[in-house]
């Protein structure tokens, strides 16, 4: 149910707040934030707080840099970690132009106009994500340090987990600002943890993964911890995913359990599946968006690599979870944390709903482990692999007409501005490695 401006300033009244950070996310994910005291909230529920578009990354030219923060009532939510007097809270906003219109660049926008086309065809998208993270320590300076928190692994338990606490903290946190958690635990890799929290509708989830992105950083950071959502922190260990659990409902029902079909998969699923494995490629530009993403994504460390689908084995890109009827489900396993989730939400539903459209087939499931599999038989398969690094998942996104229609005229030409600037940087950059192989051998 829908919260008004009277009852969120009721709300804002009785708590005792006086601050209200309104957030709203980059083209590349990245959190901004504009802080205003209460005596502003009533302008700002208005939808009357301006900011310059011009500073932030993937917006707008110098000048034409007015834009507006329109906040979505229903994210208002007062942070448990700051004092009881003078309390702080947030609203999520959306970028609006001056002339009333939702800004194009605004990723939650983006993803906005993919869940329209969903609701045309009668379907609401529901997404469960699983965040996993680092946890490391910091110097004398408080400045991160490459020495994970512990040497933990899977399902370990304190002493070993030494990052318990935290993650304790964590779920507390993350529990009083609303959010249902489902699990919490320690991952495969030293000084890697994963909380999962309940599924949403495909705009509350990718809140969420924003909001859940924060609050781990700010709990870690009050135990002395930094905490890091970078795919690959440490070389020849498992690196964090962001796997999505995904499904369609239509007239309450959902669109992917069917009792009768084979696997108790529905056919709308079958399709859905077969839009996934048909712009997996170009998908990764937004799933898997830094040049770090692909040093996860490399064989041997769990992370998916080729383009399969199984109802079963974990090692392809697309697995379906064994639970069915209102539970059944779609993951897709390669995405990782540091993708900004809005676009890539917006581009797992468009890929979704273009195969349930166009009637597209999904390949044949694979049962065995597909690292296992040759060259030859990968090839006989039809199984191909994502793209191996940053630069030709760009590529990919250039050809994928549906998914540069989905960012839209304005944010394709940003993000893929943007993304090469970043390949660039990281392809010039002198790195350790080549000094320690080449400075005293040639």
């Known amino acids: 149910m829908s919260i008004t401006k009277e009852q969120v300033l009721q709300n804002a009244s009785d708590l005792g707040v006086e601050f209200i950070h309104l957030q709203f996310t980059d083209l590349m994910g990245v959190m901004k934030n504009l802080s205003i005291t209460i005596e502003q909230l009533d302008k700002a529920l208005d939808g009357e707080i301006m900011f310059d578009g011009s500073s932030i990354d993937g917006f707008v030219r110098i000048e034409e840099s007015d834009m507006y923060l329109r906040p979505d009532l229903n994210t208002f939510v007062v942070f448990p970690w700051k004092p009881q007097i003078g309390r702080e809270a947030r609203l999520i906003c959306d970028i609006y132009n001056p002339d009333g219109t939702p800004f194009a660049g605004c990723p939650r926008n983006i993803l906005k106009r993919t869940i ?3 609701d045309a065809m009668g379907y609401t998208m529901y997404v469960g994500p699983e965040c996993e993270f680092f946890l490391f320590e910091v110097d004398e300076n408080g400045a991160p340090a490459l020495q994970t928190h512990d040497n933990a692994g899977y399902f370990d338990l304190a002493p070993v987990d030494l990052g318990e606490n935290a993650r304790r903290d964590m779920v507390l946190t993350l529990k009083e600002m609303g959010f249902e958690i489902e699990a919490s635990h320690h991952e ?101 968006p830094t040049v770090n993403s692909y040093k996860r994504l490399v064989p041997g460390y769990e992370a998916p690599v080729y383009i399969a689908w199984s109802p079963k084995n974990r090692s392809p890109l697309i697995r379906i979870p064994a639970k069915r009827g209102a539970s059944t489900r779609v993951e897709m396993r390669n995405p990782d944390p540091s993708a900004n989730p809005y676009l890539a939400l917006a581009a797992n539903l468009a890929a979704g709903l273009d195969g349930i459209k166009n009637n597209l087939v999904a390949p044949e499931p694979v049962f065995s482990n597909v690292y296992h599999l040759s060259e030859v038989e990968k090839e006989e398969s039809g199984i191909d692999s994502l793209p191996g690094t940053l630069i030709e998942a760009i590529e990919e996104l250039k050809k994928d007409e549906l998914l540069l229609s989905v960012l839209g005229d304005h944010a394709k030409v940003k993000y893929i501005e943007g993304k090469v ?3 660039d940087r990281y392809r010039t950059k002198v790195s350790q490695w080549e000094l320690d192989a080449y400075l005293t051998t040639i």
Request: hydrophobic letters at 40%; proline letters at 4%.
């Open 188 to 288: 495969v890799a030293p000084g890697q943890h994963e909380i999962d929290f309940k599924y949403a509708d495909v705009l509350a989830a990718a809140d969420n993964i924003m909001t859940f992105k924060m609050v781990v950083r700010v709990i870690a950071q009050r135990h002395g911890l930094h905490a890091t959502f970078m795919p690959k922190p440490v070389y020849g260990i498992n690196g964090s995913g962001m796997h999505l659990n995904q499904s369609l409902f239509k007239d309450g029902e959902n669109a992917f359990y069917d009792p009768n079909g084979k696997f108790e998969l529905s056919e709308t699923s079958y399709k859905y599946i077969a839009g996934l494995i048909k712009h997996a490629r170009a998908m990764a530009a937004l799933t898997n």
């Open 116 to 118: 329209k086309e969903a």
């Open 421 to 423: 600037e970043e390949w």
